[in-house]
């Protein structure tokens, strides 16, 4: 889920590894953590 996370960030900066995106990692990783450990989602697009 993390990983998932990580790519849309990513897509969403038109593929650039911007400051915008490497400032998002550490909340992305939180984030999806956060989804595995209280949700049943499973997939990006359930979200």
Same mark, same amino acid.
């Given at each position: 889920? !993390?990983?998932?996370?990580?790519n849309? #960030?990513? =897509? =969403?900066?038109?593929?650039?590894? #911007?400051?915008? @995106?490497? !400032?998002? +990692?550490? #909340?992305?990783?939180?984030?999806?953590e956060? +989804?595995? #450990? =209280? !949700?049943t989602?499973?997939?990006?697009? @359930?979200?």
């Amino acid at each position: 889920m !993390t990983k998932a996370l990580n790519n849309a #960030s990513l =897509e =969403e900066q038109g593929g650039i590894k #911007s400051n915008t @995106h490497k !400032t998002r +990692l550490p #909340s992305l990783k939180l984030f999806g953590e956060f +989804l595995k #450990s =209280e !949700t049943t989602v499973k997939r990006l697009n @359930h979200i």
